[in-house]
């Protein structure tokens, strides 16, 4: 590889490249993101490579490893170009048949088709499938065509393209007007605008300043910053170069968490790349314009996400946030002025700079500019990375995209913001998803996550648990959050037990709102969200724990028993022979029954009962 | 065994100098790099030992009470020694909620641990983490950074079997 020098460089390499790649090439794409990679990719990689040597395709067929498609529900995912024909769940012994129809006789497998779950269709293109359709995927649209490994393929797509109209064509000043105008915010959770947080830390008088990439993603079932950074890893470097520009900085970090192996690997990859090229390092391309950036691997903390405490742990500290009075843009990791921004913030610059800002404010709201790449996972058919423009209805995303509830389930909440966020009942499912409708309701926007919750979800017990995890990752140092906390999750450990009392709600909103009020962080201030918006719409949930002892979802194990229905009970045994604790007993064809003194609630039968026979009591 | 017991009793093999110090190269030897340096000795050792520690902070120069802090605070590290295979369990929200919990209760009564606890023979420390990033093959365990999805308490316990036969 050698060093691009010029704009001019830049240009011949990508015109070369564009004209080796025959858009009507034979080219298999195959998804090696985290998901698709423990269902199995790599054996289904080796199994098509050595299928294609036997039948003397080498040479004739590209095999291209990429980063998350994100149709997550339906990995090991493979598409076969230049039609784009989807084969949904491959698994190695389905290849020599792939090999021999689809790639060496153009004919399509039907039976491995993937088949809509509404309209019962097989679809045989990528781009007819629902799932991906009904999208519009401006941040992850790249990522089934880049191998994250090859700098080329980034390229190829007019990868950096917005960083060499940046470096020759604008000043620092008119490249952060560009991101005000697009009223691109923060996708991380705060939605701060982003044109604006630049244009402040470049004014803060100082020497060095800093770029930073947030990529610690610790909301649980939040994983769209794990997929850019695995599977486009460059868009995001682009992002952060011409950041630097804009502000002045010429050091930046990626601050990964330690969950992350893969995405560590990809984003090393893509630096060393970068500066092969001379994209990264001194004089990039020629422009006078010097950046470096470095890695840096987080250490399993929650806490670490929240901006001053993930600027200790880069100073190898312990990730303890500071009071805010003084944001990070103006002293920030060394007392510097630093700039941090998500990864998907990040991803959206270059496209930004290429299509114009007037474009990107075009989608959206009129407050919550561009697209988000949501996360949608639980209790939903089609699990997966969805990203859709600001202000989509979350009926859309959950029923059109997202198929639904599987095992005629009943839709009960969808939560969103994570830990900080709140729960959305189902007579607000046709709200428009963005930054001030969620804010309204009790919740919030928070990173994408998305999770969906069917009729054996308790509400009160989701508190609990989201209490106990924030408990866990408290830094400890203030006490509204450090002890609040505690105290929230006691009461509601004991309202889970069947040991609520008169008056344990109001004293969960008394404490809630001294915890949210007093806390030095947005840990503590927002912990008691999740509390308070299920106080809020599930009332009634609460109110039967604390008094009727009882939990209607069928979770808090000391409040409900399982009972079979004799009557839809058809005695087909399958409890029996499911229950790990022989708590069944019947003959076939009879009524069966369950002994509640052995019976440990694992929920087994009451989730292998085809009848819906066994009742939640 | 309680975990101090189990220090005291694992093996005390000579510090691996030679290791320690290409970590510390690698890192160009910078406090700032602290977290990473302690990743590259839980690499070697499966868990933070005192005699490696010692080395280290007398190498940066750094308190025995900054590392020891540290390594309390952030989740990747142990200041005792674990089992061979290192079971997460995820309880992150989308796993929690199609039954993770379920999973970790099932592997404590098999293994006969609790969460955050090793097997008396050494071969099974288990973890929770809220979250891996694979919330489609939910519920998910790992062994050893190895991902096992789409489990129910049945699939968990018969993979941990495996392991268990495994030398």
Partial sequence: MSKLQSQKDYEKLRGQLEKERDPERLLVSLCAGSGCGAYGTQEVREALEQEISKNGLKGKVEVKVTGCHGFCEQGPIMVIHPEGIFYPKVKPKDIPEIV???????KVIKDKLYKDPVSKKRISKEEDVPFYSRQHRIVLGNNGIIDPSKIDDYIAVDGYSALIKVLFSMSPEEVIAAVKTSGLRGRGGGGFPTGIKWETCRKVHGDTR??????????????????????????????????AYAIGSHHGFIYVRNEYPLAVKNIGIAIHQAEEYGLLGENILGSGFDFAVKISRGGGAFICGESTALMRSLEGKIGRPRAKYIHTVEKGYRDNPSTLNNVETWANVPVIINKGAEWYASLGTEKSKGTKVFSLVGKVRNTGLVEVPMGTPLRTIIYDIGGGIP?????????TGGPSGGCIPEDLLDMPVDYQSLAEVGSMMGSGGMIVMDQDTCMVDLARFFLEFLQEESCGQCIPCREGIKRLLEVLTDICAGNGKDGDIELLEELSGTVSKLSLCALGGTAPNPVMSTIRY??????????????PAGVCKELFHYEIDEEKCNGCHICFLRCPQEAISGEKKGPHTIDQEKCIKCSICYESCKLDAIAIK | MTAIERERSAKQEPVDTAYLDSVLERNREDPE?????????????????????TYVTDRLNLPMSLIYGAATFYKAFSLTPRGKYVINVCLGTACHVRGGGRIMESLEEKLDI?????????KFTLESVRCLG?????????????????????KALKLVEQYEAEA
Avoid at chain 1, 407 to 414: E, G, L, S, T
Avoid at chain 1, 538 to 551: L, S
Wanted: glycine fraction near 8%; charged fraction near 30%; include cysteine.
């Fill in chain 1, 538 to 551: 599930f009332r009634k949930e609460y109110e039967a724990h604390i008094y009727d002892k009882k939990c």
């Fill in chain 1, 407 to 415: 095992k005629k389930r009943k839709f009960k909440a969808v939560q």
């Fill in chain 2, 114 to 122: 609790s969460k955050g606890g090793t097997t008396e023979d050494m």
């Fill in chain 2, 33 to 53: 790099n602290l977290i990473m340096i302690l990743q590259d000795v839980t690499a070697r050792y499966n868990y933070l030992p005192k005699d490696a520690l």
């Fill in chain 1, 100 to 106: 021999s129809e689809t790639i060496v006789n153009q």
């Fill in chain 2, 134 to 154: 694979c919330c489609a093959l939910g519920p998910v365990i790992t062994v050893n950074e190895k991902a096992h999805g789409g489990l129910d308490r049945k």
């Fill in chain 1, 210 to 243: 800093y770029v930073m990439c947030n990529a610690d993603e610790g909301d649980p079932g939040a994983y769209m910053d794990r997929s850019v950074l695995e599977g486009n890893p460059h868009s995001v470097l682009e992002g952060m170069i011409i950041g």
